[in-house]
């Protein structure tokens, strides 16, 4: 082969290698949008905690569920204004991305819908 084909696999690779690295510096988003607010939901045996969450009309978050007792109804969380449902395996965080688009509530339970939480969207 070239010596100039040699230096593109070279240089290839080496992008390639360092991909991983280089992703924790590449924006998932806009860079001029915010990055959402992360709010923990913790699962006990009182329900989900906190249950009700304030947030502004517009704003991005990223809710994580993690589940920390084996006996409980919620080994799922529904949101249904996203139409959603995701299984909650204990001590396993799990996210889910929400905008608040309208003022109002969103409300998030278990299967049941006996325990659940409130976003208020102010």
């Known amino acids: 082969m070239r010596k100039k084909t040699w230096y593109t696999l070279g240089a290839a690779y080496t992008l390639f290698a360092a991909s991983?690295?280089?992703a924790q510096f590449h924006p998932i988003q806009?860079?001029?949008t915010p990055r959402p607010r992360i709010v923990k939901v913790t699962v006990d045996s009182s329900g989900f905690?906190?249950?009700e969450i304030h947030v502004?009309?517009?704003e991005n978050i990223r809710l994580v569920f993690t589940r920390t007792v084996d006996h409980t109804c919620a080994t799922a969380v529904v949101i249904r204004y996203l139409g959603l449902v995701r299984e909650l395996p204990k001590d396993e965080p799990v996210a889910v991305?929400?905008?608040a688009e309208e003022?109002?509530?969103i409300r998030y339970a278990c299967p049941k819908d006996s325990i659940g939480g409130t976003v208020v969207v102010e």
Do not use: F
């Open 20 to 22: 991983p690295a280089l």
């Open 30 to 32: 806009d860079p001029w």
């Open 49 to 51: 905690v906190p249950s």
């Open 56 to 58: 502004k009309k517009g």
């Open 97 to 99: 991305a929400l905008k």
């Open 103 to 105: 003022s109002g509530t």
